[in-house]
């Protein structure tokens, strides 16, 4: 029943006070609940003539609407059951139902089975029902799904059906099912899907992973032949366009290529910088985005660019070596990493490795060698793997931070777009102005000195710190034996030093080591480092042999023209000296005082051999021959020890 206070009416401006009190008189309006001290007099709604109704529903509108929607609402409670059966509901493997602002599916289903809830509470309690309806269950659901209809959408965004026998339906149905009848059976149209088995999705499938990269339209006609023939449905290019971005990933090693397959759609890895330097080094070839003019066959052409090799430290980014040509090749890298060597010396005063180095997979046999010298272990990258190296983007940095202020800078990769490229109306207007290939190495060397000056002080403190048996020395043979040059044939030792004729220029070295004086029957190989030719490596033909040699120190004949310096080497060469003389003399005193026991004998047997000299009794022969029995003594006494000798080994 659906009752009204009485004095809401009055205060409204419904009735006035006299005109309450004639119709309670005339029992025109039934009062179901008099009024007392605190308590208002309550009046059956139903029962009120129909021209203050119409004036209650002007003033606060339906209020039999209110009330049962109020029921409703009120009856409405958070189901967290069903917002994660929703939120977890896969219409197809990996893919949900949408909850995006513009199409919140999520949200609407859920909506519906809160709504369905609270009719459900509602229905169950038969108190509250009859309440609501006005003490009447006639036309229940038609009072319902006017009710329903008149919820909040903004704040309840449903879509149960409006008409009150399908609400009904509906209502069964979930108590029945549960959630799940709420999800539309022709989402994302699978009823109506026309590649409904595996036959023909392996036919589209591989369509869409064929080299060429066929569009969606020439997919399309390739299947509907085929479709054709064994009586399928026929697809159009918009259905060729969701299976493709469905089986994106299965599809794109056919499309890009396996290499394209592994850089995009495997897992990478993510490592994290060394923490020390010399703990990794990375190298690789860049052909710098500087442009240069080169005159040949007649004419001069300005596309040209220089290529650097640089041998990277990714602890702090330094770079730690490089070398500059035309294009890369492995001389090109032997030089780089000769650079680097030199270039720990500069830094630290000694030559050293690195712990590891990373390379690509160019020349790998022939550079190996290279790289296990200057490293305990060489780890080169999966080929065409450019995301395993770290060197890759570093050259875009280093081609935005220095190579775009330059004339001559040429773009970035020809992949970029087009507006981030060098105008090339410019280029061909400064064209003139491009350095030669001189010129260009030039400014790479600038720009590498410049990232180089960035670094250092970070490079050097880090390198402080780092533990001394970490630090991994490498010796100038070492060094000389990997990266030296060698030229011209073998040459001997002279009394006077090792000479040898090098790019029209003749070099005089020494030896430090007496024992290369002992060689001076073989021929050596000269290794040098063309870049400081102070010390070489000699070693011999069949490379059994090496000796570091240092360039002859050159005195001036003149006392006058003698400057700091000279009298140091003089003495250094005579405390070489007085100290091969001395091992020269100590050789020979150990060799006779080994001999002092037989000596004698040596000497008498020769002396009597030459001459004929009797002894006081007038003999002679007899003093020969007993000379010679002390001698067969002696050799029968070391046929003895050899025996000897031979007995034990037969033994063993």
């Known amino acids: 029943m659906l009752a009204i206070q009485s004095r809401s009416l009055i205060d409204n401006g419904i009735m006035s006070e006299d005109t309450y009190r004639k119709l309670t008189v005339r029992k025109q309006i039934n009062v179901i609940r008099r009024g007392c001290y605190g308590t208002p007099a309550l009046i059956d709604y ?4 129909e021209r203050f109704r119409k004036k209650i529903e002007m003033e606060f509108g339906d209020i039999t609407k209110k009330t049962i929607t109020n029921v409703l609402q009120q009856l409405i409670i958070q189901d967290s059951a069903a917002m994660e059966f929703y939120s977890s509901y896969e219409v197809e493997p990996d893919r949900y139902l949408p909850a995006s602002e513009d199409n919140n599916v999520v949200k609407e289903y859920y909506t519906n089975a809160i709504v369905l809830n609270a009719i459900h509470s509602l229905i169950s309690d038969r108190v509250t029902m009859r309440r609501a309806l006005g003490g009447t269950t006639t036309g229940i659901w038609n009072d319902i799904a006017k009710r329903v209809m008149d919820l909040d959408r903004k704040e309840y965004p449903h879509t149960l059906p409006s008409n009150d026998r399908r609400l009904h339906e509906k209502y069964k149905q979930y108590l029945k099912e549960g959630y799940g009848c709420l999800i539309h059976r022709n989402f994302c149209n699978k009823n109506s899907a026309k590649v409904n088995d595996d036959q023909k999705q392996s036919i589209l499938n591989e369509l869409l992973a064929d080299p060429r990269n066929l569009d969606n339209e020439q997919v399309a006609g390739l299947y509907n032949m085929i479709a054709s023939t064994l009586q399928w449905d026929k697809i159009t290019g918009a259905a060729v366009a969701k299976w493709r971005k469905k089986y994106a990933t299965q599809i794109f090693a056919g499309r890009r290529g396996a290499v394209e397959f592994r850089n995009k759609k495997t897992m990478q890895v993510k490592r994290s910088a060394p923490t020390c330097p ?10 710098v985005e500087l442009l240069f003019q080169q005159f040949e066959n007649g004419k001069t052409t300005y596309h040209h660019r220089p290529t650097v090799v640089v041998v990277l430290d990714p602890s702090v980014k330094y770079i730690i070596g490089y070398a500059i040509g035309t294009h890369e090749t492995p001389e090109l890298i032997t030089m780089a990493l000769r650079n680097a060597e030199c270039h720990t010396a500069q830094l ?14 160019y020349s790998i046999k022939k550079m190996t060698p290279f790289y296990e010298a200057v490293s305990e272990l060489s780890t080169p990258a999966r080929a065409k793997n450019a995301k395993a190296k770290v060197i890759e983007p570093y050259f875009k940095s280093i081609n935005h931070d220095y190579c775009q202020y330059e004339k001559n800078w040429s773009g970035y990769g020809i992949t970029s777009a087009k507006d981030k490229q060098a105008n090339t109306e410019y280029l061909n207007k400064y064209k003139n102005e491009f350095p030669d290939y001189a010129g260009a190495c030039a400014q790479v060397v600038q720009i590498i000195e410049k990232a180089r000056e960035k670094k250092i002080d970070e490079y050097m403190k880090l390198w402080e710190a780092t533990a001394e048996d970490n630090k ?3 010796s100038i043979e070492n060094y000389l034996y990997t990266f030296g040059e060698t030229k011209g044939k073998p040459n001997q030792r002279e009394s006077d030093g090792l000479h040898k004729t090098i ?3 003749k070099h005089t070295w020494e030896c430090w080591n007496p024992n290369f004086r002992n060689y001076d029957h073989l021929k050596f190989d000269i290794y040098f480092d063309p870049t400081n030719m102070d010390k070489v490596l000699a ?3 069949d490379k059994t042999h090496r000796f570091l040699l240092e360039k002859v120190y050159v005195q001036p004949m003149a006392l006058k023209d003698r400057k700091p310096g000279d009298s140091g080497e003089i003495q250094r060469v005579r405390e070489f000296n007085a100290n091969l003389e001395k091992q020269v003399s100590d050789f020979r005193a150990q060799n006779i005082q080994n001999m002092a026991d037989i000596m004698p004998v040596l000497l008498q047997n020769d002396t009597l051999q030459k001459f004929c000299i009797t002894d006081s009794k007038g003999q002679h022969k007899n003093n020969r021959n007993e000379g010679r029995s002390n001698t067969k003594k002696l050799k029968a006494a070391a046929v003895d020890v050899q025996d000897e000798e031979q007995d034990i080994y037969n033994i063993y």
């Open 46 to 49: 139903k029962t009120m003539p």
């Open 472 to 474: 991994l020395e490498m």
């Open 278 to 287: 010399l703990y990794y080094w990375t190298l690789d070839g860049w052909d």
């Open 348 to 361: 630290f005063g000694k030559m050293y490795r690195t712990h590891q180095i990373q390379s690509d997979r």
């Open 503 to 505: 790019n029209g220029i």
């Open 539 to 541: 070693v011999s033909e």
